[in-house]
């Protein structure tokens, strides 16, 4: 990868759903699925579920800033999840499904304040936000078959049902930066 890309973590709820979006924004390079800022390390996916990890399932992006933005990017974020829900994304529930940003440069963490701040003022939600935005610390990859998931399995209830929609609100909401 070229030195000039830039990395950021979000947890959004699954991270099927949320690597499913963004591995078709313009400018993002890489998606994978992940665990981030746990005790643990190695964490498996079984042991993330329990919710005694600390860790949150996440995907780290690795995005070119000349084709797209950070704060883009984090406008996608909060349009494709809901981040006035603590620890819980629709029917997906525990610590592992919190709303995060992880930053790896503090002009991310900059982007991102700034992003939650307008969204908060502008009253598109009726509860406050809850995103957790701190460093990105004890990242560790998600097992192989959680990697491209919804790619390869698109026809999965899960994938029909959850994010499906979240990839057509994608679609919809930000032509523009699709690839």
């Avoid at 995907?59 to 990017?73: C, F, I, N, T």
């Avoid at 610590?95 to 440069?105: D, E, H, V």
């Avoid at 995103?131 to 026809?155: G, K, S």
Wanted: net charge negative.
């Amino acid at each position: 990868m070229s030195d000039h890309f830039q990395t950021l973590v979000l947890g959004g709820g699954c991270f099927w759903c949320t690597e499913a979006v963004f591995v078709q924004v313009r400018g993002v390079m890489d998606v994978e699925s992940g665990y981030s800022n746990g005790h643990l390390a190695q964490p498996s996916y079984e042991a993330v579920c329990t919710g005694s990890t600390g860790h949150n399932e996440v995907v780290k992006l690795v995005y070119d800033p000349a084709q797209v933005s950070a704060r883009e990017v984090l406008e996608i974020f909060f349009v494709i999840h809901d981040p006035t829900t603590l620890n819980r994304q629709g029917n997906d529930t525990g610590t592992q499904y919190r709303s995060g940003i992880y930053f790896t440069l503090p002009e991310q963490e900059a982007v991102a304040r700034e992003v939650i701040a307008e969204i908060g003022a502008s009253g598109v939600y009726n509860r406050p936000i809850v995103t957790e935005l701190v460093p990105m610390t004890n990242y560790w990859p998600a097992e192989d078959y959680h990697q491209d998931f919804f790619a390869r399995n698109p026809n999965q209830g899960y994938c029909m049902a959850v994010a499906a929609p979240k990839v057509a609100k994608f679609r919809k909401t930000f032509a523009r930066l699709q690839k």
